[in-house]
């Protein structure tokens, strides 16, 4: 890093000096005065280089911003053809329930007329059966 300010070190050390220091004790407060501000300050290449990352991450965000909103756009049509392939198969599951319903009241009618053909017959058997005894009893 560059200096951040311009420190006169040589003033710095007269002042000291003059006011009861040793020129050793002056110069090692000089030098860790410059130390002390040429690390904590900073300079306009910092200040421009914060500028350029800012930037940077002012891009990015707008990059992450247009990648959600293609995300976004992806999931609604994904929804939407989620839901349209899901009203397809509840159309063709009734169709399905519709044709078995069909088929079962075509085979209840079926049983139903079987059953009447066997209850007329053994009716008439039985009643041939009545008859015949009818007969056979000494009357």
């Given at each position: 890093?560059?200096?951040?300010?311009?420190?006169?070190?040589?003033?710095?050390?007269?002042?000291?000096?003059?006011n009861?220091?040793?020129?050793?004790?002056?110069?090692?407060?000089?030098?860790?005065?410059?130390?002390?501000?040429?690390?904590?300050?900073?300079?306009?290449?910092?200040?421009?280089?914060?500028?350029?990352?800012?930037?940077?991450?002012?891009?990015?965000?707008?990059?992450?911003?247009?990648?959600?909103?293609?995300?976004?756009?992806?999931?609604?049509?994904?929804?939407?053809?989620?839901?349209?392939?899901?009203?397809?198969n509840?159309?063709?599951?009734?169709?399905?329930?519709?044709v078995?319903?069909?088929?079962?009241?075509?085979?209840?009618?079926?049983?139903?007329?079987?059953?009447?053909?066997?209850?007329?017959?053994?009716?008439?058997?039985?009643?041939?059966?009545?008859?015949?005894?009818?007969?056979?009893?000494?009357?």
């Amino acid at each position: 890093m560059s200096e951040a300010i311009a420190f006169d070190t040589h003033r710095f050390v007269k002042h000291l000096t003059e006011n009861g220091f040793t020129e050793q004790q002056a110069e090692v407060l000089a030098d860790e005065q410059v130390h002390l501000l040429n690390s904590n300050l900073a300079t306009q290449a910092d200040i421009a280089a914060i500028h350029q990352d800012t930037a940077a991450i002012q891009r990015d965000i707008v990059e992450v911003r247009r990648e959600i909103e293609v995300l976004r756009q992806e999931t609604k049509a994904g929804i939407e053809a989620l839901r349209q392939g899901t009203q397809a198969n509840i159309a063709t599951v009734r169709q399905e329930i519709e044709v078995l319903r069909q088929e079962t009241k075509a085979n209840l009618a079926e049983v139903k007329a079987d059953l009447i053909k066997w209850m007329v017959g053994a009716l008439i058997a039985q009643g041939g059966v009545i008859v015949a005894l009818l007969k056979l009893l000494p009357g």
